[in-house]
């Protein structure tokens, strides 16, 4: 599946143009979404520089995008066909009717799994579980 995800307010707290903390376990759970073969955009308002620091800080952490703000790695303005608009089965916002559920629900709404008993967006047990699979 391909999913593009937001990044201010999403993969960490909204404090644009600064970079927030992360919030909890959204890095980890996208770099397990890429290993269940899932292809994750990166699909921001943010170009140039901050953009360009919001890769680095992913990057850092071990998370690295199959696109940013594209359909595909290679795809640019000119190529036939261009969009702007994303091509993504699913998308991960803040700005959502509802709001960013956690992480832990969000990775049990894509793999169609339960998410471990006593997880929560403030963090516990679903840590333990993401360290163990990316050791």
């Not at 073969?37 to 360009?52: F, N, S």
Request: proline share 5%; glycine share 8%.
């Amino acid at each position: 599946m391909t999913i593009a995800v937001d990044f201010d307010g999403t993969i960490v707290e909204h404090r644009y143009p600064a970079i927030g903390p992360e919030i909890p376990f959204a890095i980890d759970t996208l770099k397990l979404l890429i290993a269940h073969r899932h292809k994750i955009i990166l699909w921001t308002v943010r170009e140039g520089a901050l953009l360009d620091e919001a890769v680095d800080y992913c990057k850092q952490r071990g998370l690295e995008f199959y696109a940013i703000n594209r359909n595909y790695p290679e795809e640019a303005a000119t190529h036939e066909g261009y969009s702007r608009k994303l091509q993504a089965e699913l998308f991960i916002d803040d700005r959502n009717i509802g709001g960013l559920p956690s992480w832990p629900d969000i990775y049990r709404m894509i793999e169609g799994k339960e998410a471990p008993r006593g997880t929560s967006s403030r963090g516990g047990t679903f840590t333990t579980i993401l360290k163990k699979i990316f050791r």
